[in-house]
């Protein structure tokens, strides 16, 4: 753990490894491989805690101890960019676990389950970067600039906010990272003024009914269908009379 801890205090507090020392890093580097995932993982978590990260991770590349941990990590200047993006973003999550979240956004869905499986991240924490890596995979599919916000809703609401702004942040389509955006600063929080009781009030049987009138609802308040409690009582009238 040393290896790790002198990288990070090297780029904190700037100064260069003395040549013997790094010399002695190299030559050891694969001892990293006798060191317990659970202290790594902590290591870890406290260069992604650092004021500016990727300096440590672009370091530890140069010394290939990146490359011990797995070989597809890179410290690059693409992750200086999305990082120093990260800082500039006004976000109510932890900032290291979207560092983290981006910092194994570049590895295949095996090799990020290796990472997780070698540093045993926690069971949140490992879905965290499972959901970021799914929805990089469908980030296609918000490219579209006709999507309406209920469409932007169906296809975010499963996944957690950090996934989303990971996503958010990493994407090269201004498109996506437009709807992401308006997910996370708007349409998470977008729900009916009605609720189960007031559906059965008006006549709707309790049980699987109240769910679909509910997303209905749901959909027509994003999409900007209707505005007010009288507009909602409306839709679920003509719901009624047309199901």
């Known amino acids: ?12 507090l700037g100064f260069k490894l003395e040549t013997e ?5 190299r030559r050891n580097v694969a001892m990293l491989d006798t060191i317990s995932g659970d202290r790594i993982r902590h290591e870890l978590d406290l260069i992604l805690k650092e004021d500016e990260p990727e300096r440590a991770i672009r370091r530890a590349a140069e010394l290939r101890v990146l490359s011990q941990l797995r070989p597809s990590l890179k410290g690059n200047g693409w992750l200086s960019k999305v990082f120093a993006r990260a800082r500039q973003v006004d976000m109510r999550v932890s900032l290291s676990t ?9 590895l295949t869905e095996k090799e990020n389950e290796e990472f997780i499986s070698r540093l045993n991240f926690p069971k949140n924490l490992a879905q965290t970067m499972r959901q970021t890596l799914q929805l990089k995979a469908k980030i296609r599919s918000l490219a579209n600039p006709q999507l309406k916000p209920s469409d932007i809703y169906q296809l975010l609401h499963s996944y957690t906010t950090i996934a989303i702004q990971a996503n958010a942040l990493a994407s090269e389509s201004p ?4 709807h992401l955006q308006l997910y996370l600063s708007k349409l998470c ?16 049987p309790d049980g699987r009914q109240i769910g679909e009138v509910l997303n209905t609802l749901r959909k027509a308040r994003l999409n900007g269908e209707v505005k007010t409690r009288q507009d909602e009582e409306r ?9």
């Not at 729900?191 to 709707?204: A, V, Y």
Request: glycine share 4%; proline share 2%.
């Open 175 to 178: 498109i996506s990272s437009q």
């Open 21 to 25: 020392t790094e010399k002695l890093l």
């Open 235 to 243: 839709l679920v009238q003509n719901w009624r009379h047309t199901s």
């Open 1 to 12: 753990t040393r290896i790790l801890r002198a990288i990070r205090y090297e780029q904190r």
């Open 98 to 106: 979207i560092y983290l979240c981006l910092f194994i956004y570049n």
């Open 189 to 204: 929080y977008v729900k009916p003024l009605l609720n189960g009781n007031d559906l059965k009030r008006i006549g709707i």
